[in-house]
């Protein structure tokens, strides 16, 4: 009983965790309709950068806090840097944007092997949260309960961000319907990069909050993308419910799949993708079929 | 940041020396005067670059000390990136073989890329020393013409299976390691010398490759007194943060890679008291691992590993056959079987030499994670010596099993 | 019009002659290299290029026809049984991927076949009885054609050679056939093609199995030269690598995946032995390939030619239909 009490707990701590993964990802490709395929360096850029800045290798070791805003603020500068220099010159133009978003992905693999090295980096759990929360005999660690509440409180802003500000009534009818959005003055694609850095600078912070549970190491952006593609298939792209459920929904399959079907541990997450797709391509919560 | 400074001189000159080598005229080796190339075959891209780097700075820290010779015949150094996958160390096995005409080739990193060049690198007659712990490369299928001065995946567990019985006085343990043919020979070997004192393995679990977390394998542990892990790369660091987040509090024994020293630098607290049985190990008090861990610290500043230190002892390795082959290495077969009667009684692990299938025999050191001065180090508790790919059973009896597998040794019910 | 004949006569000499000019055994066997992937890639132009449907499983697809060798020949069968059995299965295998994936389109047939890609993957690791797990299979000898021994490097050469001219006449024919067209609209306009009474789906399916042999085709034949298959073959990063050849090369042209071949290649085996770095310089070349030629080198390099040849300054000429 309590062993499907602990993966219950865990798969809505790591549903939390993939929803900060995925929601930048659908985002963009919701908005933009562009497969950011960059998505994983991004997040483990910003890995990287906010574990250099709390395990103090460059000066003095910081908050934790402090490094993730400042590590997403770094992921986020990327992010539209991207945006403009590059993605900017190729609306509509898919092969492109798999393209050089890909290309990104190996410059970025290989500059971070160049200037963190081969080895792993640990990220120290933030202080206060290294605890763990006892329920008779199970133990739940207190930083995963933490995610949870993270992956809320950002979902939240985020829907408020959308549904509750000119911004967003902006980023939504851009969304719809480009031109018409042009027409009435809106700068597309102003808020395209607004967009694009916003997703990217999402990917940078789960980069770092996931840097207690996951560590910091060359790969990690190669493990990522598949997981942010089957939440977003799952849950369907440019619908933040769906994400958030798409994401809760991955977190019970990853868990349960693994631990009471061992032997198909490699399709546990491919194979009820497969069939979502085949029975619904939009996925479960998408508006639009693709 | 001192290290970037370092490493990109490391890279230069490694670029320079490849550069170097890539536009020689192929000459015919007139004996001793031409150079002795040695050719190696290691990951720098990718997520098996943790190994790989630590692997050429191992043999550059060797030349370096030995003023990139060998005796009396200069070294020429060529280092190739396979990528990490079998078709890139073919083409690169070919490279140097091919182009660049080396003499011994060391590496590769990854089993998989050990299988996929062993029939090409005894084709083609050239010595070849790995750290790759593929079993039957030197078991049911061995290669004339290969060498392993580190260990096989299991020879290493035979004694931490053996400590953990008698010395940990364990009786139920729980393995868990990754899916793949590594974690396989690791696990099974342990579970066999471990049942055979006494001991029972009451679950085995297996982890894909890709696994960001582990949790759902982690709650899988329990009705035992003991771990047995065997994960690679930077997996263990991963793994002993998530299995110590659970809370549990069972004692944790590893292999080789398991407990690392070049990872000890990136563990947290939660790996104190992990006991590891590895070839090699830092605080060995030999004059050639000091100066080893000494020039490693100086130019890398970094701790050496298992990684590292496998490919300096190799390096060793090959400059002593060439030294009793009185310098020449064009018979590649009576080269080979130098290399095999190399004995060797001061290298950064202790005394070394080969058994007849071309595997070490050695010392194997039990270790212990504690805190010292702050830092997390490995202590060594015990040393085995003389251990050999077969541990204490017949060879004859041993190769009649079949190769450890998921599912072999079978869990006794 | 002459000039294209020229430079293919020429291109087709310099390919014909590499054991002749090439610096060593070595460089014939990257040339065979680039021709195989060469192969796969214009496989995946079939779909990707001239049926706008992006695949990003299609190494999954290769890996079969990898396996299907291997274990033929493991099995005790001789190399023209195996060689067969391996087309067969690989075509098998892409019927079923058609049929499972066709059903979509744009970002939702990426994902069912990255999806496919994966479990085929994962099917290679843990189906060891069959695939020998991450142990992979050992290939032994190659085959013998009439006593033309294809173990020695020159003559494995000759006959990669052969397979490729074969597929790329293959492709050139495919191209101006009315199959070939209707796909083509099928990828521009696929409800104006369904309303003129164009069977979509069916098309597609035919394209897509004939995607399925080239790629099998390339599979034997990687399988030959490496005489080695294991899992990694599999990998999303195997099929990144060859729709970033078609792409790079140019999606939809003739000549596209084979240039992009020849330059992944060409980086991931030569220049990768004189820059450490070679991962960053690929990925490097990509974005610089997006920023000055979107449409893919072949196409890009064609229009800068054109741009640079025109004496008048007048306007650039619209930019070329069809090829997206």
């Known amino acids: ?290 | 940041m001192a290290r970037k400074i370092s490493r990109r001189t490391m890279m230069a000159g490694t670029a320079a020396g490849v550069a170097a080598a890539a536009f020689r005229f192929p000459t015919p080796a007139i004996a001793q005067a031409a150079p002795f190339k040695l050719g190696l075959l290691t990951v720098k891209t990718g997520p098996l670059a943790q190994g790989g780097i630590q692997m050429e700075q191992g043999v550059v820290t060797y030349l370096k000390e030995k003023g990139n010779k060998f005796g009396d015949r200069k070294v020429e150094f060529i280092s190739a990136d396979t990528g990490g996958n079998p078709a890139g160390t073919k083409t690169k096995v070919q490279e140097l073989v091919e182009r660049d005409k080396v003499d011994t080739i060391l590496g590769p990193l990854a089993a998989f890329e050990l299988l996929a060049i062993t029939d090409y690198v005894a084709q083609h007659k050239t010595p070849m020393l790995s750290l790759a712990g593929a079993e039957d490369m030197t078991q049911r299928k061995p290669n004339p013409y290969f060498l392993r001065p580190s260990a096989t995946s299991s020879q290493a567990m035979h004694p931490m299976a053996d400590f953990a019985a008698k010395e940990l006085k364990l009786k139920k343990v729980v393995t868990i390691s990754e899916d793949f043919a590594f974690g396989y020979e690791q696990m099974g070997g342990f579970q066999q010398v471990f049942e055979d004192n006494g001991g029972r393995i009451v679950n085995k679990l297996w982890p894909p490759l890709v696994t960001p977390d582990y949790t759902p394998y982690i709650a899988q542990i329990s009705d035992c007194d003991g771990v047995c892990q065997g994960f690679a790369g930077s997996n263990p660091l991963r793994f002993m943060k998530q299995y110590a987040a659970a809370g549990l509090k069972y004692p944790v024994v590893t292999g080789e890679t398991g407990g690392d020293d070049a990872l000890m630098t990136a563990f947290g607290d939660e790996a104190l008291g992990m006991y590891s049985c590895c070839p090699y190990t830092l605080d060995l008090d030999t004059d050639s691992n000091k100066r080893f861990v000494a020039a490693m610290q100086k130019e890398y500043k970094t701790d050496p590993g298992f990684y590292a230190a496998g490919l300096y002892v190799a390096a060793a390795v090959v400059d002593a056959g060439l030294q009793k082959a009185g310098g020449k290495a064009d018979d590649k077969e009576a080269f080979v079987k130098t290399l095999r009667s190399v004995d060797l009684k001061d290298t950064p692990r202790g005394p070394i030499k080969f058994d007849h299938l071309g595997n070490v025999i050695g010392d194997f050191f039990v270790r212990r994670v504690e805190k010292v001065n702050g830092k997390l180090v490995n202590k060594t508790v015990k040393t085995y010596h003389n251990v050999s790919q077969f541990w204490t059973y017949d060879e004859k009896k041993y190769l009649a099993n079949p190769v450890y597998s998921r599912n072999y040794p079978p869990l006794k019910s | 019009m002459n000039a294209r004949i020229i430079s293919l006569v020429i291109a087709f000499l310099l390919l014909a002659t590499v054991p002749l000019w090439a610096p060593g055994v070595y460089y014939v066997n990257v040339a065979s290299q680039v021709l195989i992937y060469a192969v796969f890639a214009l496989g995946l132009n079939i779909l990707a290029g001239y049926g706008g449907l992006v695949s990003l499983g299609h190494a999954g697809l290769f890996g079969i026809s990898c396996y299907a060798t291997g274990y033929l020949l493991q099995a005790g069968f001789g190399h023209s049984f195996a060689i067969i059995g391996a087309l067969v299965t690989g075509v098998a295998a892409t019927a079923v991927f058609a049929v499972l994936s066709l059903r979509s389109t744009g970002i939702g047939f990426i994902m069912i076949t990255l999806a496919l890609g994966q479990i085929l993957w994962g099917l290679a690791y843990r189906w060891i009885s069959l695939t020998g797990g991450d142990n992979g299979i050992n290939v032994k000898g190659r085959p013998e054609p009439f006593g033309y021994s294809l173990a020695d490097v020159n003559h494995f050469y000759f006959a990669t050679l052969v397979v490729f001219l074969i597929a790329i006449a293959m492709v050139a024919i495919f191209a101006r056939s009315p199959l070939g067209a209707a796909l083509m609209g099928t990828r521009d306009q696929p409800r104006r093609m369904n309303a003129l009474g164009y069977h979509v789906l069916a098309i597609r399916f035919w394209a897509c199995l004939f995607s399925g042999l080239l790629t099998a085709c390339a599979g034997i034949l990687f399988v030959y030269y490496t005489q080695f298959i294991s899992p990694q073959t599999l990998s999303l990063t195997s099929s990144a690598e060859v729709l970033l050849m078609v792409i790079s090369g140019g999606a939809g042209t003739l000549l596209g995946p084979v240039v992009g071949a020849a330059l992944v290649v060409i980086v991931k085996t030569v220049v990768s032995g004189f820059i450490e770095r070679w991962n960053f310089l690929l990925g490097a070349i990509f974005v610089a390939i997006v920023i000055l030629m979107p449409e893919g080198l072949v196409p890009g390099s064609a229009r800068l030619w054109r741009l640079a040849t025109r004496r008048r300054a007048q306007k650039p000429a619209a930019a070329p239909e069809a090829k997206p």
């Open chain 1, 1 to 290: 009983m309590s062993f499907y009490l602990v993966l219950t707990v865990n798969s809505i701590t790591f549903g939390g965790l993939l929803f900060l993964l995925s929601a930048g990802f659908s985002l963009i490709f919701g908005l933009m309709r562009i497969p950011n395929l960059t998505h994983g360096s991004l997040f483990m850029i910003g890995a990287y950068v906010g574990a250099s800045l709390v395990v103090g290798l460059v000066g003095a070791k910081l908050n934790f806090w402090l490094a993730a805003l400042l590590a997403t603020a770094v992921v986020a500068f990327v992010g539209a840097l991207v945006e403009r220099l590059l993605l900017r010159r190729l609306p509509g133009n898919e092969m492109a944007q798999v393209l050089v978003t890909l290309g990104l992905s190996f410059m970025a693999a290989d500059f971070c092997l160049m200037v963190w090295g081969g080895d792993p980096l640990s990220v120290p759990t933030p202080a206060g949260l290294g605890g763990f929360v006892r329920l008779g005999v199970m133990v739940f660690p207190l930083y995963r309960l933490a995610i949870i509440a993270i992956a809320v409180a950002i979902a939240v802003a985020l829907w408020l961000l959308l549904d509750r500000t000119r911004i967003g009534a902006m980023i939504r009818a851009g969304v719809d319907d480009p031109d018409m959005a042009r027409v009435v003055g809106i700068r597309v694609s102003q808020l395209f990069t607004l967009v694009f850095a916003l997703g990217a600078g999402l990917a940078g912070f789960a980069g770092i909050i996931g840097g207690p549970i996951l560590s910091v190491y060359p790969g990690l952006d190669q493990d990522m993308l598949p997981l942010a593609l089957v939440v977003v298939i799952l849950g369907g792209s440019g619908s933040l419910l769906g994400s958030f459920v798409g994401s809760l929904i991955v977190g019970f399959i990853y868990n349960f799949g693994q631990a009471l079907l061992p032997e198909l541990a490699y399709f546990v997450l491919f194979l009820p993708m497969l069939l979502v797709l085949l029975m619904r391509p939009q996925g479960l919560f998408g508006r639009h079929v693709p």
